[in-house]
Each structure stands twice: as C-alpha cells, then as structure tokens.
C-alpha cells in the first residue's frame, strides 16, 4: 500500500490526465485546494466517506459520497489530505482506483499568510502540523511507531446529557474528574514506548468540568511543546480569561460542538 501513495505530485498532477480528486473534507482540504490553485493544478470534486459531507460543498468545492465515486468518475487521481492514509487507500482500490498522492510537497510549498480561509490560520497550522506528521510518517520507517493522536479524558462529568454520546456520559452513576499528575504520569509512559506522537485530544464528559483542566494543558505545553493539543467543549462553558491567558502561543486550540440553545455559553467563548 505504501508504494502506492506518491510523493511527488506537482509536476504529475499538472499533466493531463485523470480528474483529480481530493479525499476527506477535513481543515487541511482548504490548503491543499489553494496550493493546488497556485500550482495550476485543476480539483474536480472532494470525495468523502461520510454521506452527510455531500450535501453541502466545501471550501466552494463540490463533495461527493466516497461510494457514489465510480458512477462520475471512471478514472481518478487521487490527493489524500485525510490522515487515515492506509483506509483511505484501501476504500478507493476496492472500487478500483490505483493512483494516489501525498499532499505533502503541496503543503510543504504553501504558505499561509498569504492566503485567507474559511478557517484561522492558527488552526490551519495546526491541522497542517499533524496532516504533513501523518504522511512522513506512513511514508518513512516502518519500524517507528507513530500515533496521531491520543484521547485524554480528564473527566467523565458533562453538562450536557446527548442520547447518542460517543462515550456514554449519560450511564456514569459517579462521574469524576481526573488529576492532573495522573494523566501527566500517564502521557511519560506512552511517550517512553513510542517514536511519535502528534497531537493530544482533551476531552470528557466536558472537559472544562474538570477545575484543573487548565494545569493539565500547561503541563502537556510544557512537557511536549512541539505536540498539538486539541480542546473539545460543547459551548456550555466559557472559561474565565485569567486561565486563558497563560495558553496564548502554545499550541493549544480550542474544538467547539455546536448544539444550537444548548450551548448557552457559545457566543461568549467565540470571542475569547
């Protein structure tokens, strides 16, 4: 499968040829859309394996159901901007393709400032951070062992109670916050059994119930300056500015669900 996946891609993606198709309709798809706009390199569609993504297009680009491919578009070539490299590549050979790129000399050439997205920049970043890890890392040693991300949920309690939670908040009789050296203590053991690791996902229950939700991401920042860290609330809560404050140039980004009414804080932690 790795033998498959290009690097290279500019030159061959300017040639005439198949459509070309980007895979996943994910943050970094805006980037490498643009970069290929710089290169001259024409996107037909962005294909994506979740069927509600199709609906709407994305970034002002066309998303078709990954499945629904092969009816438009006998022939494709494809950019893989999702970090699920492997999966994706399989999916697309089962329905008979065979021509896939990295994204990686299209990111490697862009540059951020200079363009404006439907997305800040700082997150942009970030996302661009753990795409390009991804694919270095599927495309490098096959004896290190690299995770993308690592989930830690620093608590089970949640101020929203979701029939259909991921993580079945809604069951636990005693919900708990978790310590911080606990998790800490935790993060040296992976770390120590492992070459790579790109980005940490705080998350709950809500994870800004945990009081010390903040010391827990100070002491990641700390500790691991060079990983991403991803924050994910639902907009009941908006944490006061004093435990901000200290966050601000780290790599730290905020992820907010949105759920309408529900998130009665989501105006006020927009503007933080």
């Not at 270095?136 to 991300?149: F, N, T």
């Not at 435990?243 to 009665?264: A, D, M, Q, T």
Request: net charge negative; charged share 25%; hydrophobic share 35%.
């Amino acid at each position: 499968m790795k033998n498959q996946l290009k690097f290279n891609c500019i030159k061959q993606l300017q040639s005439p040829g198949a459509p070309i198709i980007i895979v996943a309709a994910v943050g970094e798809t805006e980037v490498i859309a643009n970069s290929c706009k710089e290169n001259g390199i024409i996107v037909s569609v962005i294909c994506d394996s979740i069927e509600g993504k199709s609906k709407v297009p994305f970034c002002g680009i066309e998303v078709v159901h990954t499945p629904s491919l092969p009816e438009r578009f006998p022939k494709a070539r494809f950019i893989i901007a999702s970090q699920h490299i492997q999966d994706c590549i399989e999916q697309l050979i089962s329905l008979g393709y065979n021509e896939f790129y990295s994204p990686l000399e299209l990111l490697n050439n862009y540059d951020l400032e200079k363009n404006t997205h439907h997305m800040s920049n700082s997150y942009l970043q970030s996302r661009i951070t753990v795409c390009k890890k991804s694919h270095e890392a599927y495309l490098g040693d096959d004896q290190k062992i690299y995770m993308r991300s690592v989930d830690l949920m620093i608590t089970t309690r949640c101020s929203l109670k979701c029939e259909s939670c991921s993580n079945l908040m809604q069951y636990f009789e005693s919900p708990q916050n978790y310590e911080f050296q606990s998790i800490l203590d935790s993060l040296e053991i992976i770390s120590k059994n492992v070459d790579e690791i790109a980005e940490f996902r705080l998350i709950g229950g809500e994870p800004l119930m945990n009081r010390g939700w903040d010391k827990i991401v100070t002491g990641i920042s700390e500790k691991y300056p060079e990983r991403e860290i991803f924050i994910y609330t639902n907009g009941t809560i908006a944490p006061k500015d004093v435990k901000l404050e200290p966050l601000k140039g780290k790599k730290v980004n905020f992820i907010i669900s949105e759920y309408g009414h529900l998130s009665r804080n989501l105006y006020k932690l927009h503007e933080q």
